[in-house]
């Protein structure tokens, strides 16, 4: 991809403004904006203490690359769309309709299932009671799946739409019983390294030098744990689960997230390296049931008045937020693709001044981009 420098770029200058503001501002601390067009670089420029390699916890952004992740493997026979998630998973909930959820509810968030819950402290009172660490262990992310899979539903599948993290945290586990893999290992086998994705990892501080850890973006402090978050996954139920979960864990760069996308954009034409046609177009076109489901197999889509991809954005374009303050936004009819990396929440979780500011910035690239 080629570059162009930000100072020979005036389209964008807006947008550039308004990232550098939102560092003075208070509503992150570090973030990065990036702008490509096929194979060209049209914007980057860092903010605050970031810079353009910097490594971000993405949050939910790990759920796009969950479901790319799940439909190569249905690609190759291993799962279906179609598929019930009991004929995989162990439900022992005694809400008979758990029994009619298909994978492509759980894609989709209209399996019924709670939209999030606190099993983190579950987990923290099982350790006081048994005076034992369970935070992280293979006992403690067993513990917290069993809870999910012995959950009522909120409504029938397929009735209704409600984001959940708890269905992508299943999802996560069904990928690796039919792959025979850990998630991680599995991502980055099916996905991520075949893109050329090199820096995004769950659990970067294993992998890191000490020397690298700089390009480490802090979150902020958890009260769970009782220090500052660096380099381990921002959000609770991921963190109980071991920092790898289909629901969020990983860490990325934005040069990253544009190959991402890229990959989204050519698999649409067929030109995909693990992505065929009919999964991208599966990821890029909003489920057709519930009728007015704004979702995909994957990704979010546009939902005017008032959305985070702002007024200007492409009605046929698809995306997702991250808690942390990160975002991806992708038009795949012209090959564009919008990061927002940030990290709102290191001035804690209330921080809401990127929800008024984000919206702007992607406005101002909409504006760039046609002008």
Known sequence: MTATP???SPRF????????GGARDGAYAAGVLRVVRGDEVLFERSAGYARAASL???????KPLTAALFLVLSQEGHLSLDGLASEVLPFTSPDPRTREIRFAHLLSHT???PAWLPLYEKVAAA?????RTLTGTAEGHDRILADVLSLPLVRVPG???EYSDLGYMLLGRAIELAGFRSLDRLLAEVVTDPLGMRETRYLPLAALSECETGQLIPTGWSEARQREKVGEVDDENAAALGGISGHAGLFSTAGN???????????????????????????????????????TLGFDTPTPPHSQAGERAPADAVGHLGYTGCSLWIDPVREISVILLTNRVVFGSGNRKLSALRPRIHDAVWKGIAG
Do not use: H, Y
């Open 56 to 62: 971000f916890d993405i949050a939910s952004l790990t």
């Open 111 to 113: 399996s019924g299932l």
């Open 257 to 295: 997230l544009s190959l991402f996308a890229r990959e989204v954009v050519r698999a649409c034409k067929g030109e995909g390296r693990v992505l065929n046609r009919p999964s991208a177009v599966k990821m890029t076109t909003r489920v057709a049931m519930p009728p007015g489901c704004p979702r």
């Open 127 to 131: 350790e006081k009671e048994g005076g």
């Open 159 to 161: 009735a209704g739409w």
């Open 13 to 20: 200058q807006e947008a550039a403004d308004l990232l550098d």
């Open 6 to 8: 930000v100072g020979a």
